[in-house]
Nanobody, 118 residues
Framework: QVHLVESGGGLVQPGGSLRLVCVAS????????MGWYRRAPGKERELVAT????????NYVDSVKGRFTISRDNSKNTVYLQMNSLKPEDTAVYYC???????????WGQGTQVTVSS
């Protein structure tokens, strides 16, 4: 079992920045993918940024490329999402996600609200 706790959401003006933090605990050695998804009001959940392939590769949705950066600190079992140049369309609940094991299990954090508004 893996437990994920997010923090760092909030209200920010367009063009501003936020950093989301996800701390993993439990059976972290089983994890081979970890990252961030979001669900905007009235929309499907979408992948934002993630580490894949044993946490060696990164993948971003096109709409955030060049603005968001995913990073990790293995010593702290933590993944970050630095979000710059935020736009109103980035408003959503952001969820930390991890996957791994055989068979593959998926784990989700509780979500953190990001609101971009003037």
């Amino acid at each position: 079992q893996v437990h994920l706790v997010e923090s760092g959401g909030g209200l920010v003006q367009p063009g501003g920045s936020l950093r989301l933090v996800c701390v993993a605990s439990g059976n972290i050695f089983s994890i081979n993918a970890m990252g961030w998804y979001r669900r905007a009001p009235g929309k499907e959940r979408e992948l934002v940024a993630t580490f894949t392939r044993g946490l060696l590769s990164t993948n971003y949705v096109d709409s955030v490329k060049g603005r968001f950066t995913i990073s990790r600190d293995n010593s702290k079992n933590t993944v970050y999402l630095q979000m710059n140049s935020l736009k109103p369309e980035d408003t959503a609940v952001y969820y930390c996600h991890a996957a791994g094991g055989d068979p593959t299990l998926h784990y989700w954090g509780q979500g953190t609200q990001v609101t971009v508004s003037s």
